[in-house]
């Protein structure tokens, strides 16, 4: 019989609620759960292709120890017996945990609990640090706690929504869609976008401020000072509920109106009309997201975007209010258990010896951290230099995701003992693990996560427990109890654990502190099991539910104010010629991080196939690079080559590549190799979006283009990127020489058998070589070079694996690159959902369907998840402008 689970997407902060069902096959489908507060039905790109990511290829199903296959019981007491030995000679600040915002509260309170309160360090920190810390930085400087005042509602209700260093289209797409549809029904709703790139979001805002890099302090610095000299504040609300408010003003007031020109980048005009589109519009929202946090100057960006809503006291009333967009669908679960290396649990703070003593009584714990533990980028320091002799790596990919790669890649390599658990056997991580823990996937593991607007849901399990795999908390409950920690480690269930966590929240809280689910508390399974999303705070007794914080004050600074805090607006100067670019690094549409997941998906990995640089095509002339060349990017920390993708989108002086592609997908396309470990000085998050770097052309004799139905061997070429594709693989390649025996490399790389004849030629003239290789009627392989970049339909020859070919004309068709006149290709692929190409809109487009709806009647395109609508629209726009011009 089919079953359907109510569930949780495992990618974004949106939070969006999903119902599973499985076939009696087996086959998994998902949809949109209607009655979910997050989504109300709907789901993007990367969320309707869930059940495309979760077979077991490339999964870890055994625990491993040095590559071997163990008993769990081997490999939990090394674990244990490791750890403690190194405790005993070196000190509990000898060892580390380095978790992810990816586990679920039940895991994330378990590995705090353990490292906090039992090995009585603050070790552990998250990858957290690297994308929410500036935020939780400001919060807490202004309200004395990390609150995220605001709800999703307060989007749809506000009549000027700002979103600051936010592609809210593709990262956010659930609550894009909940924008866009907001601003369709209400035409007088303004959209502006603070982004030194035109994105997709910003296709759909009144005005968009292409800021300088990091110009923000002074954007929102300069706002500051213009509310006040428009008398555009409200003084009764700065009277009562605030402090500071004359310091952040002196601090903001010298700015002079040329200096903010200059640090900003903004034409006057467009500064002025802003400024004054905020101080004459009442309900405001401003999201913010990693283009404000990844900054060495993220937690003063958040605190400036703060003073505005403070000083205008908009905040926590209905439309109104700073609001930060968290990345990870448990980003905020884990400031709830305190994951941070600063943090203690349940929102209370490390540094104060009451609340330590309070966590430490609630625990019963032998001891408490006593000061906070090494933030990320100083963790992975101090496991390079020694400090730090065992590691473990839990649900994160550190060897691609942190700044200087390569130097965490040595630490990790050079620690004496690491342990992570995975999903899966071979990441850039997992290949240096002692000890490889195979971890429960999304559909299997069982347990809570929170959103962006603190609604707590249920992440439930329907898939069954495959091969040996373990939850996570489960792992950290073994190996505390292996330590000696048996009491503080008994738990049978998730629910248990967040039972306990809950009773947590609430133990002499009294509405000191603002997390607070005491109403969950000693919570049984089969409430556990019903649970229904719900929004903190939930205090025990069942007080009516308060959605929003601080619209009559309360806040949790000793004396209940909030403070203004003066912010301090610099920039880096580009003062090294050699390094004269920005790298701004970030995300697309249809990828998830270090592509552990979504590259799994052939219709993921359609919509972007390979690593790029979007470079301004003036800064493309000057360095030398053509349309679809290759470019090598370089900082003082490493070295990248990507496809140029030239876009009047790109400011100057500026180029952005992608966070995801690693050494599993491309040669050299892991960017964080480049990023240098440059942190924000409150914080301690990284400033990923803004590393000096040069580019130059990469070189290469030949240009490939391949495909594959096995899996190739490692590819032995100058520039590799491989992706998933339908019925195969599918890469792009370049070479160093010009000329090789290609077909023998065919034969090394795809497995082809000596008896298999090649079909198709080499032309010494123009340097264009051609080679099919065939099977009864299926494609096997095939390798297309030339000396410029191979000028072949992807799409369409792609399609070719799974196509039969028996008719000869066909195989000369592949060989060609090309279909038919009867077979248009389709293009490169849009909307991932239906498989439509850029070629195919265009024509409808030709064919009079001028808008995105019009569009979607004809080919279907843009209405499932709606992530492409933005992209639908751009080109609509592209060819109604050419038609004209
Ligand atoms: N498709 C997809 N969605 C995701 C993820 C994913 O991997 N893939 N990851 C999730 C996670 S964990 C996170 S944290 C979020 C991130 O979501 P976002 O923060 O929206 O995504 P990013 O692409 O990292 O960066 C946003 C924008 O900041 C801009 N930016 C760079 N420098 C500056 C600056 O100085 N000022 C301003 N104002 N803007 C600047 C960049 O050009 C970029 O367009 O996405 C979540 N959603
Ligand atoms: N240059 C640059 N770098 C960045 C960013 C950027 O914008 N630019 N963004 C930063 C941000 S915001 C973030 S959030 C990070 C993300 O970076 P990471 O956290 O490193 O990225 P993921 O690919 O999500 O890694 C998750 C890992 O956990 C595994 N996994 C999946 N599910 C489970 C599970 O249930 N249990 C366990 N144990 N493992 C599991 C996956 O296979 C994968 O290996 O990257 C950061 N790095
Ligand atoms: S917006 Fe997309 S990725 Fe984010 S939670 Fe919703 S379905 Fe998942
Ligand atoms: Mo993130």
Known sequence: MEKEVRTTCPYCGVGCGVIAKVAEDGTVSVQGDPDHPSNFGRLCSKGSALGETIDLDGRVLHPEIA?????????????????????????????????????????????????????????????????????????????????VPGTYEDIELADLVILAGSNLAWCHPVLYQRLAAAKAARRAMKIVVIDPRRTMTADIADMHLAIRPDGDVALFAGLFAHLISENAVDQNYIAEHTGGFADAFAASATISFSDLLDLTGLPAMQLREFYHLFATTERVVT????????????????????????????????????????????????????????????????ENPEHRDRVQRFWTAPRIAEKPGLKAVDMFKAVADGRIKAIWIMATNPVVSMPDADAVEAAIKACPFVVVSDVLKNTDTTRHAHVLLPSLGWGEKDGTVTNSERRISRQRAFLETPGEARADWWQLAEVARRMGFYAGFQFASSAEIFSEHAALSAFENN????????????????????????????????????????????????????????????????????????????????????????????????????????????????IGVGKADLVEIESPYGKAVVRALITERQARGSIFVPMHWNDQFAARGRIDALVAPRTDPISGQPASKNVAVTARPFKVARYGFGLSVEQPAPLDAAYWAIAKADGGWRMELAFDEAETDWCSWCRATFAIAEDIEPL???????????????????????????????????????????????????????????????????????CSCFGVGVNQIVAAVRGGCHSVEAVGKQLNAGTNCGSCRAEIRGIIDACLTQAAE
Request: charged share 20%; net charge neutral.
């Open 287 to 350: 999201c913010y997201s990693q283009g404000v946090n990844q900054s060495a100057s993220g937690t003063d960006k958040v605190n400036a975007i703060i003073n505005c809503h403070l000083a205008t006291g908009r905040i926590g009333r209905p439309g109104m209010g700073p609001f930060s967009l968290t990345g990870q669908p448990n980003a905020m679960g884990g400031r709830e258990v305190g994951g941070l290396a600063n943090m203690l649990a349940a929102h209370m703070d490390i």
């Open 67 to 147: 590559g071997k296959r163990v008993e769990w019981d081997t490999a939990l007491d090394l674990v244990a017996q490791r750890f403690s030995q190194t405790i005993v000679e070196h000190g509990p600040d000898s060892v580390a945990f380095y978790v992810s915002g990816q586990l679920l509260t039940e895991d994330y309170y378990l590995a705090n609990k353990l490292m906090k309160g039992f090995i009585g360090s603050a070790n552990i920190d998250t990858n957290s640090r690297l994308c929410m810390s500036s935020s939780v930085a400001g919060h807490r400087r202004a309200f004395g706690s990390d609150t």
């Open 760 to 830: 198709g030629y080499a032309d010494a003239q123009t340097g264009v070589t051609r080679l099919a290789f065939f099977a009864g009627d299926r494609l096997l392989a095939a390798l297309f070079l030339a000396p410029e970049p191979v000028p072949v339909a992807r799409n369409w020859t792609i399609s070719q694996l799974v196509a039969n070919h028996t008719d000869i004309r066909k195989r000369f068709a592949l060989i060609a690159g090309r279909p038919g006149a009867d077979k248009p290709d389709p293009g490169a692929t849009v």
């Open 511 to 622: 509405g000191g502190r603002d997390f607070d689910i005491g109403a969950y508390a000693g919570m049984g399974s089969s409430s556990y099991d019903e649970f229904q999303p719900f929004q903190w705070p939930q205090p025990e007794g069942g007080k009516a539910i308060e959605t929003r914080f601080f619209a009559k004050g309360g806040f949790y600074h000793a004396d209940g104010k909030a403070r203004f805090v003066a912010v301090n607006p610099v920039l880096m100067d580009r003062t090294d010629p050699n390094y004269p670019f920005t790298l701004n690094t970030g995300r697309v549409r249809d990828h998830w991080h270090t592509m552990t997941r979504t590259g799994k998906s052939a219709r993921l990995s359609s919509h972007i196939a390979e690593p790029f640089a979007e470079l301004h095509p003036r800064d493309a002339i000057d």
